[in-house]
């Protein structure tokens, strides 16, 4: 089993800055593509950011060149560093990892879609 833990949320003031941690804990053997979400009350799941397995990145257009997206494949850990942060920021996000559990899983191309506890982003003044 693969568990995700999510930290680096809280209360901001407008302007400010914040950075979202999602460590993976368990069996890995490779984590492939990585996202971030956020649902605010009253609007649909939203992808943030996501990096492929590569380093290629992807932003949606109301964080560009604000948020960053990284990953650490030594420490199973990847990190949303928000700036600029806007009240419309405000939402829970969620990480979301693919995982290969297993060299076999690999090879075969089987991943799983794990999902961490998520993590509240206030933005406030």
């Known amino acids: 089993q693969v568990q995700l833990v999510e930290s680096g949320g809280g209360l901001v003031q407008p302007g400010g800055s914040l950075r979202l941690s999602c460590a993976a804990s368990?069996?890995?053997?490779?984590?492939?593509?990585i996202g971030w979400y956020r649902q605010a009350p009253g609007k649909p799941h939203e992808l943030v950011a996501g990096?492929?397995?590569?380093?290629?990145?992807n932003y949606a257009d109301s964080v560009k060149g604000r948020f960053t997206i990284s990953r650490d494949n030594a420490k199973n850990t990847v990190y949303l560093q928000m700036n600029s942060l806007k009240p419309e920021d405000t939402a829970v996000y969620y990480c979301?990892?693919?995982?290969?559990?297993?060299?076999?899983?690999?090879?075969?191309?089987?991943?799983?879609?794990?999902w961490g506890q998520g993590t509240l982003v206030t933005v406030s003044s």
């Open positions: 990096i492929t397995t590569g380093g290629s990145t």
């Open positions: 368990g069996i890995i053997f490779r984590i492939n593509a």
């Open positions: 979301k990892l693919a995982v290969a559990a297993t060299y076999a899983d690999y090879v075969n191309d089987r991943y799983l879609e794990v």
